[in-house]
């Protein structure tokens, strides 16, 4: 398995994909879920929010073979959290 550094700056990589928003603005700033969404031009709810936490869990399975799954959070919760929070779940290391 990856180490936590490549682990998390993958992870970190592809949400800032999937939000439309770069690395600087996503994680410098530590925006709560509720500001991501009110930032990216690619969502409108906090639906478009599980889709892209989604699609950075199916990228972990493509590139790790790991399975990720988040327990519900609340749209205050700070984006490094949520980082953590799929590490956490890495490490734990469900096989696909």
């Not at 996503?26 to 990216?40: C, H, K, N």
């Not at 205050?76 to 779940?89: A, G, K, N, Y």
Request: aromatic content about 6%; hydrophobic content about 45%; charged content about 25%.
């Amino acid at each position: 398995m990856a180490d936590v550094g490549e682990l998390k700056d993958f992870i970190c990589q592809k949400f800032c994909e999937n939000v439309g928003l770069n690395a600087e603005e996503l994680f410098g700033a530590d925006l709560t879920l509720a500001e991501v969404i009110a930032r990216s031009d690619r969502m409108t709810n906090s639906v478009d929010l599980m889709e892209a936490f989604a699609k950075s869990s199916n990228a972990l399975r493509k590139q790790y073979a790991i399975r990720v799954r988040l327990p519900a959070l609340s749209l205050d919760t700070p984006i490094s959290q949520v980082v953590d929070l799929f590490v956490r779940e890495c490490q734990q290391g469900r096989p696909v």
